[in-house]
Each structure stands twice: as structure tokens, then as C-alpha cells.
């Protein structure tokens, strides 16, 4: 049995103010028993506009933000998900990537998000990601405390073909920090991520950024642990701070067993 915690944040346009924010969360898991913690997309900054996140860019493998992660996941000795953070990239534009550090304070994985969110939202609110941000190619599984995690970001949730991937791939459990628009998250944020859940029989861990940010984005908000049966333990609807849940290994193996649906495939392409 192994415990996750997964946050809640609503970050504002400063870094540092964020920044301590996400040290906080992640010494309340910590003190909550949590050996694997996800932060949400874009924890250290939602300021207005894509082109934003070129201001606070950072390299690969060194930057305020990435010592930042690094060190909370070492002096507390956890696995941390680092939601995004945007890495520079060709031309003007970076990579919003999801860096995962062992509780020894090393990076382990990157995942570059591949799915951009190019859309006009019911309402009248567009998004064009795309603009400053290049998109990502790769799967990533990468091995935790918890299992075998798969990463994923925001609106890669609608894209089931990347999670089917990482369950080929041998992940146990998806980590999904995300920043769905409010709008969306009312309408599909909860059932897809059950989706996903039933359909590759993964635990799935959503952190989510909730409220207002500048500019007068909303965002959803709901950060959940779904377990591998679609069924939600644990949940918080509105506002800043963390769930835990407990991910029972065993569980996920007898449902794999009695319910060999990723056995039963036909159509592999």
C-alpha cells in the first residue's frame, strides 16, 4: 500500500509566490504519509497569455523552478510530479514539460506535453497554445514508489490513444495535472478521466488548478484519485489545497485477472 497525495492550486503570475504555495502542499502530503505528490499544470505561473510563459523559460536542467522541485523532493523524501514547467524550445517557443524527481532529488523523467490546446471554448474563450508552445512526441512510463506511472498533461485527457500507449507500456497508474478551462472541466473533466481509468485499469491522479487567475481565466478545478473500477476516492471540488488516497498494488493486479480487458484487444493500431 502506498500513499499519493495529489494538489490543488490557484496560481497566480508569481513565480516565488507560487512557489511557496507548492513547498506548502507538498509538506502537508508529506506529513499526510504521501511517498508521491503531483503538483498541477502550470504551478508556478497562470499569467495572462501564452506568450507569458516565454518570460519564465527556464533551460533544460536548471532554473529556479527545477531546483525548486528538485529540492522539495529531497528534503522531503518524495516522489514529486512536477506539473508543467515551461522549457525553452526552438525559435521563441518552449515545451510544457512534466518532470518527475525522486525522493533523492534527481530527475527522473520528462514528458513533453504532445496534445496543444488550440480551441474556442463555449462562450466565447480561445486558446491557442500552440503559439508559444511546441509540442511534445514521446510517451514517457517512468517507475515510482507507486507503480509504474504514465504522464500525461491537460488535454492529452482527451486523447485515449496515449493512455492505451502507457498501459502498453506497463504503467499502473496515470498522473494528469491539468488546468481545464471552467467551462469544460463542468462538462468533461470527470468522465473522461473515469475513462480512462476503466478503460486501461489505471489509478488516475488529476491535480488541478481551481478559480481565478489573471486575466480573468477560470479554471475547473475537481482534483481526483480514480481508482482502476472508474470509481472516484477521493476528491476536491473547489478551492487551494490536496486529497490522498491510498493505492493498493494487489487490487489492481486481482481486477487485471478477473477482468483481462487489455488482454482482450483486437485492434492493436
Known sequence: MTRVAVV???????????????????????????????????FASMAAGEGAKRAIAEDDGTGPIQRALAELARQHGVWLVGGTVPLRASGDRTRAACLVFGPDGERRARYDKIHLFDVEVPGGEVHRESRAT?????????????????????????????????ARRGATLFAVPAA????????????????????????????????????????????????????????????????????????????????PVLEHRRLTR
Not at 503570475?13 to 503538483?39: C, F, M, P
Not at 485499469?201 to 475547473?220: F, I, M, S, Y
Open 8 to 42: 490543488q492550486m490557484t496560481s497566480g503570475a508569481e513565480v516565488a509566490a507560487n512557489l511557496a504555495v507548492a513547498s506548502a502542499r507538498v509538506a502537508e502530503a508529506r506529513a499526510a504519509g504521501a511517498t508521491l505528490v503531483v503538483l498541477p499544470e502550470n
Open 134 to 166: 511546441e509540442p511534445g512526441t514521446d510517451p514517457v512510463v517512468v517507475e515510482t514508489a507507486a507503480g509504474r506511472l504514465g504522464l500525461s498533461v491537460c488535454y492529452d485527457l482527451r486523447f485515449p490513444e496515449l493512455y492505451r500507449e502507457l
Open 180 to 259: 481545464f478551462t471552467a467551462v469544460t472541466g463542468a462538462a468533461h473533466w470527470e468522465v473522461l478521466l473515469r475513462a480512462r481509468a476503466i478503460e486501461d485499469q489505471c489509478w488516475v491522479l488529476a491535480a488541478a488548478q481551481a478559480g481565478e487567475h489573471p486575466g480573468g481565466r477560470r479554471t475547473h478545478g475537481d482534483t481526483m484519485v480514480v481508482d482502476p473500477w472508474g470509481e472516484v476516492v477521493a476528491r476536491l471540488p473547489e478551492g487551494a489545497g490536496l486529497v490522498v488516497a491510498d493505492i493498493d498494488p494487489t487490487r489492481l493486479v486481482g481486477l487485471r485477472q478477473r477482468f
